[in-house]
């Protein structure tokens, strides 16, 4: 049985919301009030007029929640396809991350302030610690750093400088260590999840705490659309692989954010207002992919 399904559809945590038609346009709610749009675009590893006319194309395509980071080194790409876009920034939910190197306070207040000037905005939506440890030294000790870095992002936060403060890549001890040491519960976890990798015990915990869960590599970079049961099932929903992929994951009530430089996969992408009957739901939960 998909217990973190079945937990959504019975929790009566006031944060979650059963999914409505047009997607592109629905939200999540988290834990401090923060509206978000239920679907993102990612932007990893797009870089200069590539990633600029991405999410410009993403913006005409109704997509109203874009994810950028500082060691993508878009964020100027980003910004400038934001606000040539003429939408109101209110009405765009914005994300970057800190490079996961960083880890001291007075270091990360730097770095936020730095990612303002790149996007040309003067404050964020969503601000993540992009790793538990810096890409160079993955799975060290770094729990007093990740503290000293989170408190930097509280103090953002209750400057007003950012709406919501979270976390990426992080695991359950890693969460915890946060937890136990700051004012603040993480109000997001961007994490790899896809068909194939559930991370259920993941998203239990982070359920457990009324952490968001947000899904980068939705489509498993690429293995998905190829599947052969995950194709026979887009058929018989008249969808394509990728809108399935993506479906699956919002009918656990995760924030898939997908990514893409093709225009046409970029407007398939927000069509995802379907249902994915529970039977089904089981086998893509239970498929085993390379």
Known sequence: MLFAYWWYHNSKQPWLRRITMGVINDFYTLDNGVKIPKLGFGTAPLNGEEAYQAVREALDSGYRHIDTAQIYDNEE??????????????????????????????AAIEAFDQSLKRLQTDYLDLYLIHAPWPWSEIGSDQRSGNIEVF??????????RVKAIGISNFG??????LINHCKITPHVNQIKCHIGHAQ??????????????????????GNIVSHPTIRTLADKYDVTAAQLALRYLLEQNLLPI??????????????VDFKIDNEDLSTLFNLELN
Do not use: W
Request: net charge neutral.
């Open 77 to 106: 790409e980003v910004g400038r396809a934001i606000k040539d876009s003429q939408l109101n920034r209110k009405d765009i939910f914005l994300t970057s991350k800190l490079d996961p190197a960083i880890k001291t306070h007075d």
């Open 151 to 160: 408190k930097a992002f509280e103090k953002l936060y209750e400057e007003g």
């Open 172 to 177: 359950v001890d890693d969460i915890d260590n």
């Open 258 to 271: 997908p990514r893409s430089k093709n225009p046409d996969h970029i407007r398939s992408n927000t069509k």
């Open 200 to 221: 259920e015990a993941m998203i239990i915990h982070c359920n457990k705490h009324n952490i968001l869960v947000e899904a980068y590599s939705p489509l498993g970079r």
